[in-house]
């Protein structure tokens, strides 16, 4: 097949981007398909001409655009056929604090939240009790992430997420063990559990993607009661939000109860990234996923 592979772009998260596309580009080859790579930072303007040449897109972007539906929109416009959720669920997905209204609504506990829309001045007081965690309310890879113990540290940890963004959502602080659980094809993957590196309070960027960073432990060794409700609430909040095809979704799990914080349409995708690691665990290689993705993508929209 001929395929179109669009990764890069401009949100903050482009280097974790073009990380991932170069080993699914490999992919791709390997598994004998003509592959061309486009980057909308650079070449945005001829998106549409090159997917009515493709086969297939590939989407593996990260925040806007790529995961705010915009790409996806442009790929429909044009009849290209793609991988993951469609436009308007991406967008909703994105969207942490539309997102949380429909978790909610669909009784997936979700911990509390504010939506802050405008950069605060002196005068502004948080809803929420201290610890908090101030980010991004749209964006994704703990990039602006903040936690704020000290009340002299609230207003620099929204400014900081406002020289990023144009919107900060503020969450409690639950101590815990974080959680996370793939879906693939409408199934839910096992779980993992991650472990921040010692000194790290939180799964932050350096967690991520440092080669010294958290430790990830698949499968989840949680007991059976907790993996079947965080796999149930996963599959629930992907029908919330209307996803097909693959995504993630990660949670806290506090004092036995297991918190949904978001979910990605579009997860890392380095073979050594969290969705890989929990399909490999099911016998799936890093090109089998991608295969099969297409194949899905392919039956969905083709």
């Known amino acids: 097949m001929n395929l179109l592979l669009i990764a890069g772009g401009w949100s903050s998260e ?18 004998g398909h003509s592959v061309r790579f486009l980057d909308p930072a650079l070449e945005f303007d001829t998106i549409t001409e090159a997917a009515e040449e493709a086969e297939f897109a590939f989407i593996n972007m990260h925040g806007s655009p790529g995961e705010d539906g915009l790409v996806q929109a442009m790929l429909d ?37 504010q939506l802050v829309t405008s950069r605060p001045d002196e005068s502004w007081k948080c809803e929420l009790e201290l610890p908090v965690f101030v980010k991004p309310n749209c964006g994704g890879s703990s990039v602006g992430m903040g936690l704020v113990r000290e009340p002299e540290q609230l207003l620099p940890a929204v400014n900081a997420v406002f020289d990023l963004c144009d919107e900060a959502i503020i969450e409690p602080y639950m101590p815990g063990v974080e959680l996370t659980c793939g879906m693939l094809g409408g199934r839910a993957l096992p779980l993992i559990m991650i472990k921040p590196k010692p000194g790290s309070e939180f799964f932050d960027y350096a967690n991520k993607y440092d080669a010294d960073g958290a430790e990830e432990i698949c499968p989840a060794p949680v007991d059976d009661a907790i993996t079947e409700a965080v796999q149930g609430m996963t599959l629930v909040a992907n029908e919330a939000l209307g996803l097909t095809g693959y995504s993630r979704a990660d949670f806290i799990l506090s004092d036995g109860q297991p918190w949904l914080l978001e979910v990605n349409t579009l997860p890392g995708m380095t073979p050594t990234s969290l969705l890989p690691q929990a399909a490999a665990e099911l016998g799936l290689t890093f090109e089998g996923l991608i295969a099969e993705l297409i194949r899905t993508g392919m039956r969905e929209r083709g």
């Not at 981007?17 to 699914?24: F, N, V, Y």
């Not at 416009?77 to 609504?105: H, I």
Request: glycine share 10%; charged share 20%.
């Open 14 to 31: 482009r280097d974790v981007s073009l990380s991932g596309a170069r080993k699914i580009h490999t992919a791709m080859e390997n598994l």
């Open 77 to 113: 416009a044009v009849g290209c056929p793609y991988q993951g959720a469609g436009a308007s669920e991406s967008f909703m997905a994105l969207n942490k604090a539309a997102s949380k209204q429909l978790f909610r609504r669909a009784g997936i506990p979700t911990p509390d939240w």
